[in-house]
């Protein structure tokens, strides 16, 4: 068994196996890694990858807009939905007449509706 710390968390972790591919093992596991690395990366690396992404070469490249995937395309559950006839709007309409609903309670609505999906969480000042 081997024990090491971790480069990017500093935290112990074990390896059962004492191999060479172990001794070279410098993070606890992927995430790490990754986040040592993108923390880590000179900015020339940055700019060639970026330009490495342009044009043809980005994966998106040539991609409609009307594409079923697109994130401007997403069905969101909320938005999704039958249309109300204009009776039953009247009816809901002067059943909520002077209903008067807490500021504390509009947040959890909101809240509620942001965790899912069906807001997008803006930051307000």
Known sequence: MLEKICEHCNNKFILLKTGK????????????????????????????????????????????????????????????GKSQTEESNRKRSIALTGREVKPESIKKMIQT?????IFLETRRS
């Open 113 to 117: 509706k942001i965790d899912k999906g």
């Open 21 to 80: 591919k172990e001794q070279a093992r410098r993070f606890c596991g992927p995430i790490c890694s990754r986040r040592w690395s993108a923390n880590n990366r000179s900015e020339t690396w940055k700019q060639k990858a970026s330009l490495a992404k342009q044009g043809e070469n980005n994966p998106m490249f040539g991609v409609r807009q009307t594409n079923t995937n697109s994130l401007a395309n997403l069905n969101r559950k909320g938005m999704a």
